[in-house]
């Protein structure tokens, strides 16, 4: 019912930047809440920033000022501007969608991933 494709990753040199696009498709959905994630080798998934369908924003504390989050609700797609990247930076990063249907309520979809690399 929803898909989502990510786009904008690649590799970067430390204090770089790249803008990450996520476009949710389909019908007979309205978008709710979007959100980043995004997982390292080794570690667990962890929320990177989220944004209301008001635009109410959360950070992931260690990247306040380096990451901003967008939306643009006509083209059901969410932005991750990321600045000042670090090595630590270095994930795969996931598109988050919460979305209203009704046949089914409220789930949840996810992207395929994208990879950020951050290395010199």
């Known amino acids: 019912q929803v898909q989502l494709v990510e786009s904008g990753g690649g590799l970067v040199q430390p204090g770089g930047s790249l803008r990450l696009s996520c476009a949710a498709s389909?019908?007979?959905?309205?978008?709710?809440?979007m959100a980043w994630f995004r997982q390292a080798p080794g570690k667990q998934r962890e929320l990177v920033a989220a944004?209301?369908?008001?635009?109410?924003?959360n950070y992931a504390d260690s990247l306040k000022g380096r990451f901003t989050i967008s939306r643009d609700n006509a083209k059901n797609t969410v932005y991750l501007q990321m600045n000042m990247l670090k090595p630590e930076d270095t994930a795969v990063y996931y598109c988050?969608?919460?979305?209203?249907?009704?046949?089914?309520?409220?789930?949840?979809?996810w992207g395929q991933g994208t990879q950020v690399t951050v290395s010199s």
């Open positions: 389909g019908s007979g959905f309205s978008i709710n809440a």
């Open positions: 988050n969608t919460r979305a209203y249907s009704d046949y089914i309520g409220f789930h949840d979809y």
């Open positions: 944004i209301t369908s008001g635009g109410s924003t």
